[in-house]
């Protein structure tokens, strides 16, 4: 099986900053895209950030320029550096993967089991 580990999240004032890290572990062949995703009360989960295997980003418009996605490939790890921390950043952080587990295997979706994020203002 395969396991998507995140942590990182906590409570921080307006205006700092947070870093969350997801590992993945268990039989992974290859992972093609590392996203992070975001929920907070009431509303539905968003996408915040993805990056692909060869490192390409994008990112949620609310988040551009704050917000820095990165991986390390041989961790099999995908980090979310947050900046600029603003209250309407408050959610549960979810990693979300796709992978393969076999080499001429299917894609999977695997989801992390969340990071909560609070920013006070």
């Known amino acids: 099986q395969v396991q998507l580990v995140e942590s990182g999240g906590g409570l921080v004032q307006a205006g700092g900053s947070l870093r969350l890290s997801c590992a993945a572990s268990?039989?992974?062949?290859?992972?093609?895209?590392m996203d992070w995703y975001r929920q907070a009360p009431g509303n539905q989960r968003e996408l915040v950030a993805t990056i692909a295997s060869d490192g390409s980003t994008n990112y949620a418009d609310s988040v551009k320029s704050r917000f820095t996605i990165s991986r390390d490939n041989a961790k099999n790890t995908v980090y979310l550096e947050m900046n600029s921390l603003k209250p309407d950043d408050t959610a549960v952080y979810y990693c979300?993967?796709?992978?393969?587990?076999?080499?001429?295997?299917?894609?999977?979706?695997?989801w992390g089991q969340g990071t909560q994020v609070t920013v006070s203002s």
């Open positions: 979300h993967a796709i992978l393969r587990r076999a080499s001429y295997g299917p894609d999977f979706s695997y």
């Open positions: 268990g039989t992974i062949f290859t992972i093609n895209v």
